[in-house]
């Protein structure tokens, strides 16, 4: 039996085994995950996003243990930074899913971004159809604690939380595009904090209501470490998947957004076996040289380049 | 094993005792030698940890106990791993351990055994010693 099929009978040890190939890019394991893909739209993918210690791995490990409780088949993938020193990573937010591992019944993976920008790791994507192929009805994708910038999660899920405490700044922070306006559901996490009901107004009243779809944006306040307003939360999830459901919107956007991570992939993949070449042709050696020596600007020199690069593709197909 | 192979341990604390400074100290050796450490937070038992390493796809799990039950624990992991079909996991262990209980240790199946005082650096070669061996 090879390993799609393994992970289609449930054994978890194999869809462990098929990530790790996935994330070392191992060929053989693309053509396993080919074999997967028809069975991973049912799944409900939930990305959570917001600051280092908003309380996102804590919010996912309840979250998660009330929906085993009702039944319901779980995954998480929870992504940490990588040291750009040592390229080893400490992953500890299953260190927050306690509950939820003590019931043993949701598959838990940990990764580290591999220096990957935007948050996420490539081989998450892949992680979640493998777990998606287990059996698995709903998947939270933890984000690295994430900066302004870090949106690439909204290219994974059908759904993303973003989740702010009391505490993130003031209002001209809110004006500012970022994590706001990717968030499909916005949450203001440990509500016991005295300024949580202020924070609570301020950022109602600048939550993006995005204008191509009718899903409004809801606020909520919760407290993830005691529990406290997870049950309404997860109403506002099982809604959202309901609205994903109803007009086929759900299955179109994963497909534009599948498409995107791809061209963001690709777009690294290309410039990393490209980029390797250069010190082997004398022109791009020239342009380079020619910026360290202050004869050439940096906008004229990443022009020249391109061009350069666009016209021995352009040759080839001649 | 390199960069985008790196190796994967999980740092498990099982038992009851719940000073984990050791494992955190040792997490952090790992991970500046470029592994990738994943920490299973106090408490847990060793059906969790097992059940962590089978869905992390570790290369080997370290394991830190200062209560003094390393024996019984040793021998438990062992056979549980056995029964999850993970008996190519190494396991090593390390914390308040005395020296005579080590090939004891060893003979149930425990890969390396690093006790209290052993310098950080040779925890991070048994530690590769044991995943390369795993192949």
Same mark, same amino acid.
């Given at each position: 039996?090879?390993?799609?099929e393994?992970?289609?009978?449930?054994?978890?040890?194999s869809?462990? !085994?098929?990530i790790?190939?996935?994330?070392? /890019?191992?060929?053989?394991a693309?053509?396993?995950l080919? *074999?997967? +893909?028809?069975?991973?739209?049912?799944?409900h993918?939930i /990305?959570?996003?917001?600051?280092?210690?908003?309380?996102?791995?804590?919010l996912?490990?309840k979250?998660?243990?009330?929906?085993?409780?009702?039944?319901?088949?779980?995954?998480?993938?929870? $992504?940490?930074?990588?040291?750009?020193?040592?390229?080893?990573a400490?992953?500890a937010?299953?260190?927050?899913? *306690?509950?939820?591992?003590?019931?043993g *019944?949701?598959?838990? !993976?940990?990764?580290?971004?591999?220096?990957?920008?935007?948050?996420?790791?490539?081989?998450?994507? /892949?992680?979640?159809?493998? $777990?998606?192929?287990?059996?698995?009805?709903?998947?939270?994708?933890?984000?690295?604690g994430?900066?302004?910038?870090?949106?690439a999660?909204?290219?994974l899920?059908?759904?993303?939380?973003?989740?702010? @405490?009391?505490?993130?700044?003031?209002?001209?922070q809110?004006?500012?595009?970022?994590?706001?306006?990717i968030g499909d559901?916005?949450?203001?996490?440990?509500?016991?904090?005295?300024?949580a009901?202020?924070? +609570?107004l301020? $950022? %109602?009243?600048?939550?993006?209501?995005?204008?191509? @779809?009718?899903w409004? @944006?809801p606020?909520?306040?919760?407290?993830?470490?005691?529990?406290q307003?997870i049950?309404?939360?997860?109403?506002v $999830?099982?809604?959202?998947?309901?609205?994903?459901q109803?007009?086929?919107?759900g299955?179109?956007?994963?497909?534009d957004? @599948?498409?995107?991570?791809?061209?963001a992939?690709?777009?690294?993949e290309?410039?990393?076996?490209?980029a390797?070449?250069?010190p082997?042709?004398a022109g791009? %050696?020239?342009?380079?040289?020619?910026?360290?020596?202050?004869?050439l600007?940096?906008?004229?020199?990443?022009?020249?380049?391109?061009?350069?690069?666009?016209?021995?593709? +352009?040759?080839?197909?001649? | 094993? &390199?960069?985008?192979?790196?190796?994967?341990?999980?740092? &498990?604390?099982?038992?009851?005792?719940?000073?984990?400074?050791?494992?955190?100290?040792?997490?952090?050796?790992?991970? #500046?030698?470029?592994?990738?450490?994943?920490?299973?937070?106090?408490?847990?038992?060793? #059906?969790?940890?097992v059940?962590?390493a089978?869905q992390?796809?570790?290369?080997?799990?370290?394991?830190s106990?200062?209560s003094?039950?390393?024996?019984p624990?040793?021998?438990?992991?062992?056979?549980?791993?056995?029964e999850?079909?993970?008996s190519?996991?190494?396991?090593?262990?390390?914390?308040?351990?005395?020296?005579?209980d080590?090939?004891?240790?060893?003979?149930?199946?425990?890969?390396?055994?690093?006790?209290?005082?052993?310098?950080?650096?040779?925890?991070?070669?048994a530690?590769?010693?044991?995943?390369?061996s795993?192949g």
């Amino acid at each position: 039996m090879d390993l799609a099929e393994q992970v289609l009978m449930g054994d978890e040890k194999s869809a462990a !085994r098929l990530i790790s190939l996935i994330e070392r /890019g191992n060929k053989g394991a693309y053509r396993e995950l080919i *074999k997967l +893909l028809p069975y991973t739209h049912k799944t409900h993918v939930i /990305g959570v996003t917001g600051p280092a210690g908003a309380g996102k791995s804590t919010l996912i490990g309840k979250l998660a243990l009330s929906l085993c409780e009702e039944g319901a088949g779980v995954g998480v993938v929870a $992504i940490d930074p990588t040291s750009i020193r040592s390229h080893g990573a400490l992953l500890a937010d299953r260190v927050r899913m *306690k509950e939820v591992e003590m019931a043993g *019944k949701a598959f838990i !993976r940990s990764m580290a971004d591999r220096d990957h920008p935007g948050g996420v790791c490539p081989a998450a994507a /892949g992680a979640v159809s493998v $777990i998606s192929a287990l059996g698995k009805q709903h998947i939270f994708i933890e984000s690295v604690g994430a900066g302004q910038s870090d949106k690439a999660i909204f290219y994974l899920a059908d759904t993303v939380i973003t989740v702010f @405490t009391p505490e993130f700044g003031d209002e001209i922070q809110l004006l500012k595009a970022g994590l706001l306006e990717i968030g499909d559901i916005v949450i203001v996490n440990k509500g016991d904090k005295a300024s949580a009901e202020d924070a +609570l107004l301020a $950022i %109602s009243e600048h939550v993006v209501q995005k204008g191509e @779809t009718t899903w409004k @944006t809801p606020v909520l306040l919760v407290q993830a470490h005691t529990g406290q307003g997870i049950e309404e939360l997860l109403a506002v $999830i099982k809604a959202r998947e309901e609205f994903l459901q109803k007009d086929g919107q759900g299955a179109k956007s994963r497909r534009d957004k @599948t498409i995107i991570f791809m061209m963001a992939l690709l777009k690294e993949e290309v410039w990393s076996r490209l980029a390797g070449h250069f010190p082997q042709d004398a022109g791009i %050696s020239r342009i380079i040289e020619e910026v360290s020596s202050d004869k050439l600007d940096l906008y004229s020199a990443v022009d020249l380049i391109a061009q350069n690069i666009e016209m021995k593709v +352009l040759s080839g197909h001649q | 094993m &390199g960069r985008n192979n790196p190796i994967r341990v999980l740092m &498990g604390k099982p038992g009851l005792d719940g000073h984990d400074v050791g494992a955190k100290v040792v997490s952090m050796a790992l991970r #500046d030698a470029g592994m990738e450490v994943i920490y299973s937070g106090l408490h847990s038992t060793v #059906d969790e940890i097992v059940q962590m390493a089978v869905q992390e796809g570790v290369d080997v799990i370290g394991l830190s106990i200062l209560s003094n039950a390393h024996l019984p624990i040793a021998k438990k992991i062992i056979s549980k791993l056995k029964e999850k079909g993970l008996s190519d996991v190494p396991v090593v262990m390390g914390g308040v351990i005395p020296k005579g209980d080590i090939s004891l240790l060893k003979e149930y199946g425990i890969a390396e055994v690093c006790p209290f005082s052993t310098p950080l650096n040779k925890v991070v070669e048994a530690v590769s010693k044991v995943a390369q061996s795993k192949g």
